[in-house]
């Protein structure tokens, strides 16, 4: 099975709040990520979060971890139409290698 | 500061024909080196890694394969495309042993006939 899981879909109205949802199995995870994914670009880091944290805020980005749960959140407060795009959520660790693990990504569609 | 090159942009192969991508990281020494594959409705798969020159590590069997000539380059290769290598191709470096974020290139959109 999938290491990092997340749904495919998430359709929002402009202005309103969006919450993409994430959940992961590796239990050392160290570093968990939000990438941004815009129409034929590359990933961008959006925010990231240590595991010994449980929230970060970067102005409308909120990240809430429930490592207990092994559950990662992103919250984008008055959503626009530029912030249509697919989220990726990823993790990594020292057991990992480092190597980052992504999400199959989430389809953020926000409408008028 | 770092940038990272891929190329091409886009590429239309026929089935069989042979496959070269490219991607060479500028600004920094001994980076990760990555290549991704983003299918349709499949998210990002991790192909291969690399953590050195001449270190490549594969995720998934399949009819390409990678190569580190030098610190920066990093190349994806196939002898013979199949339909199913159809995808957008992420190439990506992240500083060694460390856990920091991953910096992507544009991508290469791959089209087989």
């Known amino acids: 099975g999938e290491d990092v899981e997340q749904s495919l879909f998430l359709s929002v109205r402009e202005g309103d709040s969006s919450v993409i949802n994430c959940t992961y199995t590796?239990?050392?995870?160290?570093?968990l990520y939000w990438y941004k994914q815009e129409p034929g670009a590359g990933l961008q880091l959006l925010t990231y979060?240590?595991?010994?944290?449980d929230m970060k805020q970067d102005q409308r980005l909120t990240v809430l971890l429930n490592k207990k749960d092994k559950h990662l959140s992103l919250r984008i407060a008055d959503t626009q139409t530029g912030d249509s795009a697919i989220y990726f959520c990823a993790e990594s660790s020292t057991g990992g290698s480092y190597i980052p693990t992504f999400g199959r990504g989430t389809s953020l569609i926000v409408h008028p | 500061s770092q940038t990272i090159h891929q190329w091409p942009a886009t590429l239309v192969q026929p089935v069989g024909s042979p496959l070269s991508l490219e991607c060479t990281v500028e600004g920094t020494s001994n980076p990760n080196l990555y290549w991704y594959r983003q299918a349709a409705g499949r998210g990002l798969q991790l192909l291969f890694y690399?953590?050195?020159?001449?270190?490549i590590s594969s995720e998934v069997p399949q009819n390409l394969s990678a190569s580190r000539p030098q610190d920066r380059q990093f190349i994806l290769s196939s002898k013979k495309l199949l339909l199913s290598d159809s995808g957008f191709y992420l190439c990506a470096w992240s500083v060694g042993g460390s856990n920091t974020e991953a910096f992507f290139g544009q991508g290469t959109r791959l089209t087989v006939v």
């Open positions: 690399s953590v050195g020159i001449g270190q």
């Open positions: 590796d239990s050392s995870s160290t570093y």
């Open positions: 979060i240590f595991s010994n944290m």
